[in-house]
Structures are given as C-alpha cells and as structure tokens.
C-alpha cells in the first residue's frame, strides 16, 4: 500500500543543466542565462563590472566573465548511455557540415567510461566528427569531475587569474564543485553530451542558447541550436546500425588481463563450475578480524 501519490506532467518536463556550484543546483536550459547574470551579480559580486573582456596574451580573442573554457564529455553514468554519445556525435556532424567550430578558447575532451564507445563511435564515423571539433579521445574513467582534464592553456589562466574573471565549465558529469573540476573555473556546469558539444561552439553562458544563434555557417547565415540538434528517429537509427552486443563481448572477455606486457602469456581467468563457489579474488589474513 502507497501512502503518497505523485503526479507529473510530461508537459513540465524541460531540457535542464545543474550549477553552478552543486549537483542538484538543477537550471532550465532556457533560464540558463538569466541564472548565471544572476550568480555573477549576488554571489560572485561582479555587478560592478558584468561586461568585463581582458585580452589575451598571444591571442586574437578577450576573455570574460561566464565564458566557457572547458567543454568536457568526462566518464558518468549518462556516458553509458549509447543515446547520449551517438547524440552528441550527430550534434558535431551536424555542426561540422554547416562550418561550425568550437570557440578557440574551450579546452575541450572525451573521456567515455568504456572502449565499447570509441566502438560505436568510431564505426558510425562520428569520431572523426567529434575530432573535427576538438573531441579528442584523451582516455577512459574519470577526469573532469575530478580535475584530471589537465590545466588550461597558460595565457586563459593567466587572464582569468589576473583579472579574477568567473569562467565557466560544460560537462557530462556528476560533481561541479568550485576548485574540483579546475582552479581556475570558479561556475561548472552538468549537462547532457550534446550540450556539452553545443556549449562549446557557443563558448559562454552569457547568450541564450535556446534563442540565439550558436555560430555562423559558411555563408553567414545564423545556426541555432534546433538546427544541429538530432531527432530521436535519427539517434536511433545509428545506434541500430552501429552498436551489436558482440562489441561488449569482445571489449570484455579479456578485461582481467590488463594491458601489461606478456599479458598474452599469462591465462585467463578460469570461470567457476556450476554449483561451486568461485575462489575469493582476495584472500584473507588468519590473524585479521571483522571490525566491530
């Protein structure tokens, strides 16, 4: 027997991001803006000077506050999510096709959680679009959640340090805490793959996203975000053809030998017989007792 009743709308159901401080800090995308000029006047206290570029050294662009710095698909349960990658790859498809790169100063990376990714991805082709756009493959598991997504370029943190700038960060995890992610990027936000992508041709979180036009294509006419955002159709249908779970049986039968040298010399783990206990992948010391 329940002894509460939920009800929810799908209709109240909005795309969303989480910051800038904490993960269930949740924003509407389209109150994004608002929510970030709001942050930098109350708690960052930059009313004084909202509109502040500093230029930067060696550079032909200047900095400011809410630009973002780092876009980052980092390792988290959502990219184990086939439908999230192969949609933020079609995000960068679509974006490359029409001209679109990211701005020059997001530092940006993919850090999936599985090689199965870098499977599928690469099959579909959407690696080379993701590339294209500075989406490189820097490894697997955890990075930018806890700061292993490596510093910024020296003359960004030197302008955003001199000039005490509030940056921002984009990315796919589960932690944006101040100092955690990078220290020099004091607003993170937690964001879906696609937007991850789509925050890093914007390059701030000062613009709407919903309304303005993220970048210019070849002929100069406004790309807006519904323009390069996939259709669930379209997401499917390249998960369909690229991903089998013959992949997950390859990446994993062999996940317990490592990458060490003469790991093809030593054997695999033998599987246990049915109705036997396995043995213990640890064993325990005679002398040590359970704590109380």
Request: hydrophobic share 40%; charged share 20%; with cysteine.
């Amino acid at each position: 027997m329940f002894t509460d009743t939920l009800e929810l709308s799908l209709a109240d159901v909005v795309p969303s991001l989480a910051g800038p401080r904490r993960p269930q800090d949740r924003v509407s995308l389209k109150d994004a803006t608002s929510a970030f000029v709001n942050e930098l006047t109350t708690f960052y206290k930059k009313g004084d000077a909202p509109d502040l570029r500093v230029a930067v050294e060696g550079a032909d662009y200047a900095l400011g506050h809410g630009d973002v710095v780092l876009a980052a698909i980092t390792s988290c349960t959502n990219t184990s999510n086939p439908a999230v990658l192969v949609a933020a790859g079609l995000v960068a498809r679509k974006a490359r096709a029409l001209g679109l790169t990211r701005k020059p100063w997001v530092k940006t990376s993919l850090a999936p959680g599985s090689q199965v990714v870098t499977d599928y991805l690469a099959k579909s082709g959407l690696q080379e679009d993701l590339d294209a756009l500075g989406f490189n493959l820097v490894g697997y598991g955890c990075t930018t959640c806890i700061g292993n997504s490596g510093p910024l370029p020296d003359p960004i943190s030197k302008a955003i340090n001199a000039n005490d700038l509030v940056a921002c960060s984009v990315l796919s995890g589960n932690r944006n805490f101040e100092g955690r992610v990078s220290p020099d990027i004091k607003a993170n936000y937690l964001a879906s793959p696609p937007l991850v992508v789509a925050y890093a041709l914007l390059g701030t979180m000062r613009t709407d996203i919903m309304t303005a036009p993220i970048g210019e294509d070849q002929n100069g006419n406004p790309v807006h975000l519904k323009d390069i955002w996939p259709s669930t159709q379209e997401i499917q249908a390249l998960i369909g053809e690229c991903l089998t779970s013959q992949m997950f049986r390859e990446r994993y039968a062999n996940v317990f030998l490592g990458t060490l040298p003469g790991r093809a010399s030593r054997p695999a783990p033998a599987r246990p017989t049915a109705g036997r206990r396995p043995r213990p992948m640890c064993r325990t010391r005679p002398t040590s007792r359970p704590s109380a």
